[in-house]
């Protein structure tokens, strides 16, 4: 019963390199959603991907932030040149439809930038 | 910003107790989604209610939805010491997709 997985599950970066978090949908998922959380809050929407296609990307910061999904493969958040408030917990969460009620999220990855 | 408030922020209550947790959101939804979140771990989808949809049950969970006030609440009734979480709400906001806008999250404490 493999949900989605997502490594590393810890991450420690200095400031100024980049961070790569993964993300594998559970299997047959074809929809990608990445969330962050901060410290005792709740989840804030960044992008939403579909195999090969960013379909909304309106909660990525601007600069140094992107994501793909690959046609093979997991999907990737990728952050350069870390700075301390990028610190948090980075979650995926996938879908077998566009429209589907529920989204299966994957265990987290979490960020600290020393 | 979009995000939308619960509270409590955080609750406290003993074995048997019911504890209730109020959400609210900002914009018309799809519908609403309550998850749980176990510390340091992913989340836990408990129970969906649609828009047309006033009030839904599952197992010791019930939950209300009142669109004209833009607010749900979950109940859960008899809680046991596993419930202790934190506990979100999710509107999925009328985009086509299913974009969820997460409340800041209840603490629930469960002592035994």
């Known amino acids: 019963n493999a949900g989605v997985m997502q490594n590393p599950r810890h991450l420690v970066r200095r400031r100024g390199q980049e961070a790569r978090l993964r993300c594998s949908p559970v299997?047959?998922?074809?929809?990608v959603y990445w969330y962050r959380q901060l410290p005792e809050e709740g989840l804030k929407f960044m992008v939403y991907l579909q195999k090969e296609n960013i379909i909304d990307e309106s909660g990525m910061p601007k600069e140094r932030f992107s994501a793909e999904f690959p046609k093979e493969g997991p999907s990737i958040l990728r952050i350069q040149q870390v700075v301390r408030g990028d610190s948090a917990a980075y979650f995926c969460?996938?879908?077998?439809?566009?429209?589907?009620?529920?989204?299966?999220f994957g265990p987290g990855t979490r960020l600290t930038v020393l | 910003s979009q995000q939308g408030e619960e509270d409590p922020q955080a609750l406290s209550i003993q074995e048997g107790e019911n504890a209730t947790m109020n959400c609210s959101y900002k914009t018309s939804i799809n519908n609403l989604q309550w998850y749980r979140q176990n510390s340091g771990r992913g989340l836990v989808h408990l129970i969906l209610?649609?828009?047309?949809?006033r009030e839904k049950h599952s197992g010791r969970l019930r939950v209300t939805l009142d669109t004209s006030k833009k607010s749900s609440s979950l109940l859960i009734t008899a809680s046991r010491a596993a419930d202790t979480a934190s506990y979100f709400c999710a509107a999925a906001m009328n985009t086509g997709f299913q974009k969820l806008v997460f409340g800041t999250g209840t603490r629930l404490l469960v002592s035994p």
């Open positions: 969460a996938s879908s077998l439809y566009w429209d589907t009620n529920e989204q299966f």
């Open positions: 299997k047959g998922h074809s929809h």
């Open positions: 209610i649609r828009s047309n949809e």
